[in-house]
C-alpha cells in the first residue's frame, strides 16, 4: 500500500511510544481522552445489509469524518485518541483490506494533529485467530501491536487481546507478549504513584463476569488469570471496543488481592464502547470522552455524534463534574 500522510497517528515502537505535547513524568495533571472504537470500514453493507458486490462504505466514512470534526472542535482537545481495534472491516487477503485502509487513514489525516492518535488490533485487524503473518501485516501499518505510554501521571497498556482470545497460530508472539505484560506488571508494582490504566478491543466479559466463554469476551482461561493480575497492580479502569455496544459493568476479585497502598478497595471497570460508524445496540453512533483527574479518578462518557453536535453548536462543551 502507498504511504498516506497522518500527521496525528503515533505509532509505536520497541513497545513504546510518546504523545505529542504531553509530559512523560509522573507529575499529576488533568487530561482527558476519546476512545473511538470499531470504525470497521466495510462492515454495514457486507454484514448488516448483507449486500451483493461489490460493496462500499461512503456511509461508514461520513460517520468517521463527522467524529473526526467534532473531536477537532473540543476545547481543551482530548490529549489522544485511541481507535479501539477493528479498524477496517475487510481481513488480510481480502481485496477491499487495502482501499479500506486506505481510506480510513485518509480520514484520520483530518484530526487535529495536536490530538495524538494511537491504534491497537481488533480481530479484523489481525484474525480471530492471528498468524504471525497477519500480525506482521498489521504492523507494518500501524506500527506495534502492543505497547505501553505515559501521559503525566498516567501509564496506559495497550494490549493485543487476540492473544487472549486464541494464540495456537502464533505462539512465539504471544510468547514474546506474555513476557512483556510480566514485565509491565513488574514496573507498575514498583511505580505506587502511578494510576494505570488499559487499552484493547476483547473485553474481558460482556454481560458479567461468570459468563460462559463467547465471540463477545475474553475466555476463562486468560479472563480472570489477567484481571486478577491487572488488578493487583491497580488497574481499576479497562476500555474496550468490540461489542458495537456500550457496557459499563464492575468486578471485584472473589478474594482480597494484595494492592500498591495507595490504590482503594474499589473494583474493576470493564467499559466498553459502541462503534463510531456501525452500532449494533441501541445506542446512536458516538465515540467515548475519559477524564482523568489529578487525583487519578477517572470519568467518563459516551456522547452520540448528534448529541455532541448539538452541544458544540450552542456553544458549549462537555464537562466531567
Request: aromatic letters at 10%; charged letters at 20%; a negative charge.
Amino acid at each position: 500500500m502507498k504511504p498516506i500522510n497522518c500527521p496525528a497517528l503515533v505509532r509505536a515502537f520497541s513497545r513504546t511510544l510518546t504523545i505529542p505535547g504531553s509530559s512523560p513524568t509522573q507529575v499529576p495533571s488533568a487530561f482527558t481522552f476519546a476512545v473511538l472504537a470499531d470504525p470497521q470500514l466495510g462492515l454495514l453493507e457486507y454484514y448488516v445489509e448483507k449486500r451483493p458486490l461489490p460493496h462500499h462504505w461512503d456511509r461508514e466514512l461520513q460517520k468517521l469524518n463527522k467524529s473526526i470534526a467534532l473531536l477537532n472542535r473540543l476545547s481543551p482537545k482530548p490529549t489522544f485518541v485511541v481507535a479501539c481495534g477493528d479498524l477496517v472491516n475487510a481481513v488480510v487477503g481480502d481485496p477491499y483490506r487495502e482501499p479500506q485502509t486506505a481510506d480510513l487513514l485518509n480520514a484520520f489525516s483530518n484530526l487535529d494533529p495536536s490530538i495524538g492518535l494511537v491504534t491497537l488490533p481488533g480481530n479484523h485487524d489481525v484474525g480471530d485467530s492471528p498468524t504471525m503473518d497477519t500480525i506482521q501485516e498489521h504492523t507494518a501499518i500501524w506500527g506495534d501491536d502492543y505497547y505501553s505510554f505515559r501521559v503525566n501521571h498516567v501509564e496506559f497498556l495497550v494490549l493485543n487481546s487476540q492473544y487472549l482470545w486464541d494464540d495456537s497460530k502464533c505462539e512465539p508472539a504471544s510468547i514474546n507478549f506474555k513476557k512483556w505484560f510480566d514485565d509491565q506488571l513488574v514496573h507498575l508494582k514498583n511505580k505506587p504513584g502511578v494510576v494505570p490504566i488499559v487499552l484493547q478491543h476483547i473485553p474481558f466479559f460482556e454481560r458479567e463476569p461468570n459468563e460462559p466463554d463467547d465471540y463477545f469476551n475474553i475466555p476463562t482461561k486468560n479472563r480472570f488469570e489477567f484481571m486478577s493480575r491487572l488488578y493487583a497492580v491497580g488497574v481499576r479502569h479497562v476500555f474496550a471496543g468490540h461489542l458495537h455496544h456500550n457496557s459499563v459493568l464492575t468486578w471485584l476479585p472473589p478474594e482480597p488481592v494484595p494492592v500498591n497502598t495507595t490504590q482503594k478497595a474499589t473494583p474493576l471497570n470493564m467499559i466498553s464502547t459502541s462503534s463510531v460508524c456501525v452500532p449494533l445496540g441501541t445506542d446512536p453512533p458516538g465515540f467515548r470522552l475519559a477524564h482523568v483527574g489529578v487525583d487519578g479518578s477517572v470519568q467518563h462518557a459516551y456522547w452520540t455524534l448528534d448529541e455532541l453536535e448539538a452541544l458544540l453548536n450552542r456553544g458549549e462543551q462537555p464537562k466531567f463534574i
